[in-house]
C-alpha cells in the first residue's frame, strides 16, 4: 500500500511539473491597428485564432477624464501591456521613454523571479522595447537578463537602407517575424515578446486607405506563421500554447494618421487570443490592454506577491471574476465604492491607504482593512473622518479577483 501510494504521489508530482513547464504564451503587439479596420478588413489568420479562443473590442489610454488617463501613444501602450498599469504608475508618457518607474515589474521580471530557469524571449522592430521599458541589464530591474533578443535592425542601414517609403519597416517586420517563428520552432521560449511597427508607418504616412489597408493584410499573413510555428509545437511536443495579440492604439477618425488623443476612435483597440476559458468581461466588458498582463500570468502560474498585485490594475480575461468596474469618489467625508458583481459570492475586503510609497520608492504602503461587505452588494459608503487625506489608494480584495483604484484630488496630484 505504501509502495502504491509513494508511485501516485510521484506520478502526481511529475505530471504537476509537467503541466507547468509544458505551458507557454507569446504576446504580440501590431502598431497603430484601430478596431474598425480588424473588424472590415479580411484578416483569415487572426480568424483562425479567435475562432479557437476569441476576438474582443478593447481599449487604451486608461479611465478617460481621471488620474490614468493616459496618451494613445506607441511605448505608453506597448508598457501598459508590460506592467498592467496604466502611465500614472509606469511613468512612460511619450515615445522618449524618458523616466519609467520600475517599481512596476514587467511579466518578464515577474517570471524570472519565480522561475529563474524559464526561458524568455524578445522579437522587435525597435531597440528600446527591450533596453528601456523592459529594461534588461539595468541595475533598477533588478540586472533582468532575457534569454534571446532579436531586434535593434532599425539601426542597421548597410541591411535596411531607410527609404521615404518605409518599405525598410515592412522587410525588418518579416525578418522579426521569420526569426520569432524560427525560434518558437526550435527552442520553444517560455514567454515571448512580438512587437511590429509597420502598420503603423502606413497608418502615419496615407491614413486611412489601400496602402494602410495592405500593411495589415500583410500583418495578417505575419500572424499566421506564427500561428503555424505554434501550432507545430503544440502537435509535435504536446505543449499548451496561449498568444494574445493586440494594438498600442488607434487612430483619429478624421484622417487615420493621427494619434495620441482621447477620441473613441484613437482610445479603441483588439484582442485576438486562442485562450481557454475566457469570461464575460473578455466578452462584454470592453477590457484594456492592462488586463492582458495578468491573464499571462495566470495562465503560466506565476505568482504576483500581494504588495505588488495591490498595484496592478488589470484583471484576468480567463477564470471566474468577482467584480469588474470598480467606481471609488468621495463626497462629504465619506468614501463611495461601487463595483459590477459578476460572482455575487462571499465578501469584498476594502483596504484603503492614503500613502503612496510604492510608487516612490518601491517601499510598502500601510492600508487599512475599512469594511467587509457582500460582494453581491455592489457598493460600500466608508467614514473617512479619521484619515483625512487628498490621496486615497483602494485595493478591493475578492474571492476571485481584486480591483484597485485611486482617488486624487487635482492639487495631489502624485
Request: net charge neutral; proline share 4%; glycine share 8%.
Amino acid at each position: 500500500m505504501k509502495a502504491t501510494i509513494l508511485s501516485i504521489t510521484i506520478f502526481l508530482f511529475s505530471f504537476t511539473a509537467f503541466t507547468q513547464n509544458n505551458k507557454k504564451a507569446i504576446f504580440v503587439i501590431v502598431d497603430g491597428i484601430p478596431a474598425d479596420l480588424i473588424e472590415k478588413l479580411e484578416t483569415p489568420n487572426l480568424d483562425a485564432i479567435a475562432k479557437v479562443g476569441g476576438y474582443t473590442r478593447a481599449h487604451v489610454g486608461g479611465e478617460k477624464g481621471t488620474y490614468s488617463q493616459s496618451p494613445t501613444i506607441s511605448a505608453v501602450g506597448y508598457n501598459h501591456l508590460l506592467t498592467g498599469v496604466w502611465t500614472n504608475k509606469h511613468n512612460v508618457w511619450d515615445n522618449d521613454i524618458k523616466d519609467p518607474n520600475y517599481h512596476y515589474w514587467t511579466i518578464f521580471r515577474f517570471l524570472k523571479q519565480e522561475y529563474p530557469q524559464k526561458k524568455a524571449a524578445v522579437f522587435s522592430s525597435w531597440l528600446d522595447n527591450r533596453t528601456k521599458l523592459v529594461g534588461e541589464g539595468l541595475s533598477q530591474t533588478g540586472k533582468l537578463q532575457l534569454d534571446y533578443h532579436f531586434d535593434g535592425l532599425e539601426l542597421d542601414t548597410v541591411n535596411y537602407p531607410h527609404d521615404k517609403d518605409a518599405n525598410y519597416m515592412h522587410r525588418i517586420d518579416e525578418a522579426v517575424v521569420d526569426n520569432a517563428a524560427e525560434y518558437i520552432r526550435t527552442e520553444s521560449p517560455d514567454l515571448s515578446w512580438v512587437y511590429l511597427e509597420y502598420t503603423d508607418d502606413m497608418g502615419h504616412k496615407y491614413g486611412d486607405g489601400p496602402e494602410f489597408y495592405r500593411a495589415i493584410g500583410l500583418m495578417d499573413k505575419q500572424m499566421g506563421r506564427l500561428w503555424e510555428a505554434i501550432q507545430y509545437r503544440e502537435r509535435t511536443f504536446k505543449e499548451n500554447w496561449v498568444i494574445y495579440i493586440t494594438t498600442d492604439h488607434g487612430r483619429d477618425s478624421a484622417t487615420g494618421r493621427n494619434h495620441g488623443g482621447q477620441s473613441t476612435r484613437e482610445r479603441g483597440t483588439w484582442i485576438v487570443t486562442n485562450a481557454k476559458g475566457l469570461n464575460d468581461y473578455f466578452k462584454t466588458g470592453n477590457p484594456g490592454v492592462v488586463d492582458i498582463m495578468p491573464s499571462i500570468a495566470k495562465f503560466m502560474n506565476v505568482h504576483i506577491p500581494k504588495d505588488q498585485l495591490m498595484e496592478v490594475d488589470g484583471i484576468p480575461l480567463t477564470g471566474r471574476l468577482s467584480a469588474i468596474a470598480p467606481v471609488a469618489t468621495i463626497e462629504n467625508g465619506k468614501l463611495k465604492l461601487s463595483w459590477k458583481a459578476l460572482d455575487k459570492k462571499g465578501n469584498a475586503k476594502i483596504w484603503v491607504a492614503n500613502t503612496n510609497n510604492f510608487k516612490t520608492d518601491g517601499s510598502k504602503d500601510e492600508y487599512k482593512l475599512m469594511a467587509t461587505v457582500p460582494v453581491s452588494k455592489q457598493s460600500a459608503i466608508i467614514d473617512l473622518k479619521n484619515t483625512t487625506s487628498d490621496f486615497y489608494k483602494i485595493y478591493i480584495e475578492m474571492p476571485e479577483n481584486s480591483l484597485v483604484r485611486w482617488v486624487v484630488k487635482e492639487a495631489a496630484q502624485q
